[in-house]
């Protein structure tokens, strides 16, 4: 069994409180330098990736790329893989308020192009991943119509997609009983729309879960993205990333 985050899959306001204040803490260290990320014992076997908007069109991008590696997926409020083609009216239009959805044809001929090359990995490694799909559907910001051709993507490579669209969530992290009202856009996008988002796509990907346990604050740590970036020119990456690291990881747990 894994953990799961508490600050999004928590059965009280409480535990949710203590992380949100906790990641804010973090941020708001701006004097402290963040330090090489290093190594721990994980699991290879079990990596999945996650995100909500730009972060769940990251997300597509790194599971196509990288599938081998990678057996599920949570995107919320994102879209297909190559969805803007290089070019950034794309990405403003087709990939977040398309009235019709975007075909995947091209899409799916550059995905082809990029694994024969060996760029990305095999499109065969998508099958049978679980990947979980959110869209709400009072979304304005990324309608449904993208989230769906994201669904026609994944079933065309034969993954095995559970897709929750019939929350009236705006754009937003859904949570059972934190944020603001479920229907509400705005800061911090996390709304309670009584759906535990997280430990659903977790629960779904790995299976039974642990009961989530109180953040322990210096678990949260800041590392250095440029140790990875650094030779890669401009990436739109902030300088410092955070990841939590459970006690358990930390002493050298699996």
Request: charged letters at 10%.
């Amino acid at each position: 069994s894994r953990d799961r985050p508490s600050f999004s899959s928590s059965p009280t306001s409480l535990a949710m409180r203590r992380a949100l204040l906790l990641v804010a803490t973090v941020a708001l260290l701006s004097t402290v330098l963040a330090s090489s990320l290093k190594q721990y014992n994980i699991d290879k076997s079990a990596i999945s990736v996650s995100g909500l908007s730009a972060g769940g069109f990251m997300a597509v991008q790194f599971h196509f790329a990288y599938s081998s590696i990678v057996n599920g997926a949570a995107i919320i409020a994102g879209g297909p893989y190559y969805c803007a083609q290089g070019q950034m009216t794309t990405a403003l239009t087709s990939c977040m308020n398309a009235f019709l959805e975007p075909s995947i044809v091209p899409l799916d001929n550059a995905a082809k192009n990029y694994a024969s090359s060996g760029k990305i990995d095999a499109l065969e490694h998508l099958a049978q991943q679980r990947v979980w799909l959110f869209s709400g559907t009072a979304d304005t910001v990324v309608k449904q119509t993208v989230m769906k051709s994201l669904n026609k993507m994944y079933e065309h490579y034969g993954a095995n997609i559970l897709s929750v669209f019939n929350v009236p969530a705006q754009h937003s992290m859904p949570t059972n009983d934190y944020g603001n009202d479920c229907g509400f856009l705005g800061s911090p996008y996390i709304n309670n729309c009584h759906l535990d988002a997280a430990g659903a796509f977790l629960e779904y990907i790995y299976g039974n879960l642990t009961d989530p346990t109180t953040p322990v604050a210096s678990n949260l740590i800041s590392f250095s993205q440029n140790d990875f970036t650094a030779s890669h020119g401009y990436t739109g990456l902030a300088d410092t990333g955070y990841v939590y690291v459970p006690s358990a990881c930390q002493s050298g747990t699996t």
